[in-house]
């Protein structure tokens, strides 16, 4: 369809809406929709069209509505209900008209819908991957919503429910529709029950791991929670692990309280990793630090505490070896008011500037380092 084209949008006399899609389809195609009062469905003038009940029209519900001349048709909705629609249509993705089809013809699909999105979306998903016919699929917004799960393909269960209801995801469309009801995985409830809310990536996750939903570290999950913190930890051990021999490695993981815990054992494998490596290294010494460390500042001094500095902080300090051998470089690990690296610009041996101060993986510092930092410099004598 050529967007770029303008739609031709009217309400008829009888206040259905009629949408002339011709111009941007090349071909004589008229879309005629009814309005609310008389169950709004719609219909083409396009050779060979059939548009099924609850088939999806090729125009978003929200564009549609915000063309000029489709007030009068507009009016014929209930107050209020127009709103929570286009707001529907932003998070659960191809079920819009569908979903209008139903609550233009059922007190029941309105009042579900206005109580609980997710499980009119699941209606309409269902209705469509499972060839529903109109009747029946308008009939389940009347029933218990124990039902309504199993027959989209989940268990019925209270429980099964409440962990669909705790359902947070970016958006809700076919994936997410594949993925909740993938055989076995919220029958997991009472492991999971306790959690605040269940995202798109930790359902993934207890798909590639199974022994997660009954691990401590999973009960740690909620608001605090950081993906990139557990992504930036979890990989890496496991790899780790596999490289060291380490049999049992995601037992390990699971047997973590939290991000903290893993993050620790992370850290301890790291160091491994590089002892390994070190033993096949000659130790190098470096020259004297060019300002002189203190209780949470520390100079590394040689190449084997260079190389797992990187490994631990997962960052290329390693690469700066030969700047340092040249005294062109020094590498400080910092250990408060947060663990971090700091790197120093030198000239003839001498401080010359801040290269940089990093976290793990490369995240910036907190303006309380750069301020301790600074304060060391100065109680260093050394003008910044």
């Known amino acids: 369809m050529n967007t770029n084209c303008s739609l031709s949008v009217v309400t008829d006399e009888n206040q259905n809406l009629v949408i002339n899609f011709s111009e941007a389809l090349g071909y004589e195609c008229v879309v005629k929709l009814t309005p609310w009062t008389h169950g709004v469905s719609w219909s083409s003038s396009a050779k060979d069209a059939s548009i099924e009940t609850l088939e999806e029209m090729g125009v978003p519900f ?14 014929t909705f209930p107050v209020g209900i127009l709103n929570n629609i286009l707001k529907y249509e932003k998070k659960f993705h191809g079920t819009t008209y569908g979903l209008v089809w139903c609550l233009s013809r059922s007190t029941s699909a309105c009042e579900l819908f206005l109580d609980s999105p997710v499980l009119a979306w699941l209606i ?6 499972l060839q529903w016919d109109a009747e029946y699929t308008l009939s389940l917004f009347s029933k218990k919503r124990t039902v309504i799960i199993e027959e989209s ?16 995801f970016a958006c809700f469309g076919l994936h997410e529709y594949q993925l909740i009801t993938r055989p076995n995985l919220l029958t997991s409830s009472k492991h999971l029950s306790h959690l605040p809310y269940i995202d798109e990536r930790l359902l993934k996750l207890i798909v590639r791991f199974p022994q997660f939903k009954t691990s401590n570290l999973i009960n740690q999950f909620g608001q605090n929670w950081s993906w990139d913190h557990f992504d930036q930890s979890f990989d890496d051990t496991m790899n780790m692990g596999e490289q060291l021999g380490i049999p049992k490695i995601l037992s390990l993981i699971l047997a973590c309280n939290n991000l903290h815990s893993l993050k620790q054992l992370h850290d301890k494998l790291a160091v491994k990793i590089n002892e390994k490596e070190c033993s096949n290294t000659p130790l190098i010494y470096y020259t004297v630090p060019p300002v002189r460390g203190n209780e949470f500042i520390i100079p590394i001094t040689n190449n084997h505490a260079l190389m797992n500095e990187g490994a631990v902080q997962h960052n290329c300090v390693v690469s700066y070896h030969n700047r340092i051998i040249l005294g062109k ?10 663990r971090a690296t700091l790197g120093l610009k030198l000239k003839e041996g001498e401080f010359h500037s801040i290269d940089q101060i990093k976290l ?3 995240s910036d510092v907190s303006k309380k380092t750069l301020e301790q930092v600074e304060e060391w410099l100065i109680m260093s004598k050394i003008v910044i």
């Open 62 to 75: 929200s564009i549609l509505v915000s063309t000029v001349g489709t007030y009068q048709w507009l009016s």
């Open 124 to 129: 309409i998903i269902s209705a469509s991957k």
């Open 153 to 168: 393909g989940l268990t019925n269960s209270k429980a099964v429910l409440n962990l669909l209801l705790k359902c947070q």
């Open 329 to 338: 470089y020094y590498v400080y690990k910092i250990l408060k008011p947060e």
């Open 360 to 362: 793990c993986f490369n």
